[in-house]
């Protein structure tokens, strides 16, 4: 068996459209689909009648039910913990997820699919590289459960052999600071009582790779 499997893709509608193509498939048994029914009717309680009705939530159900996921950025928040808790506990077999699932989230599988090796980064299609493709890659495989963790790349165009090297082999993207300063920032730790702002900034890791940069550091 391949499950549970993570099958990520780069936009939201194609985790949609693929999600729908296995609808008519389960891999749920009946006990579990009543657990489904259970954690997932406790979580929307919380939500006003109107939230209810979106077809994000209505549509969810019966694709959890049978063991399917979706998990991108524009679903509810509740839902996006509801399948996350779905997922640990086994009840979703196949999820599809963008980019962000590998993203801070410990979610492991047994098998992660890649549906391609280009993505688009907002002005081009390029291939992954080495660090995405570690990061998405690295959630095959369950400690504990698993042997050894299965990922599989769908492409349906040609690779060179460097290129596939580098995604496969190269090193993980460097670690760089998204620190910036603005005025609303300074403003605020000015506001704080006992907080230096210039001592805070020296121990940024900013400061930290602006000084390594130096000559002679």
Not at 77 to 91: A, D, R, S, T, Y
Not at 161 to 181: E, R
Request: hydrophobic letters at 40%; charged letters at 25%; proline letters at 4%.
């Amino acid at each position: 068996s391949y499950q549970p499997v993570i099958v990520f893709a780069f936009s939201k509608k194609e985790c949609e459209s693929l999600a729908l193509q296995i609808s008519k498939l389960d891999f749920n048994t009946d006990e579990e689909k009543t657990l489904v029914d259970s954690v997932f009717m406790n979580a929307i309680d919380s939500l006003s009648d109107d939230d209810k009705k979106l077809p994000q939530v209505e549509h969810i159900l019966p694709l959890l039910k049978r063991g399917i996921g979706i998990h991108h950025s524009g679903l509810l928040p509740i839902l996006k913990e509801v399948i996350e808790i779905l997922f640990q506990e086994g009840l979703v077999k196949a999820l599809f997820a963008t980019e962000t699932f590998a993203m801070g989230l410990n979610m492991p599988a047994k098998t992660v699919v890649f549906t391609n090796v280009k993505k688009f980064d907002g002005r081009d299609f390029r291939w992954l590289s080495a660090g995405e493709y570690i990061q998405m890659s690295g959630r095959a495989g369950r400690r504990g459960l698993d042997d050894r963790g299965i990922v599989i790349l769908m492409i349906d165009e040609e690779m060179e052999p460097q290129v596939a090297k580098n995604m496969l082999k190269g090193d993980s993207d460097p670690l760089m600071s998204s620190f910036h300063l603005g005025y609303n920032m300074l403003l605020n730790l000015m506001r704080v009582e006992g907080v230096d702002p210039e001592t805070l900034i020296k121990k940024s890791f900013h400061q930290f790779q602006s000084d390594k940069a130096l000559p002679g550091y």
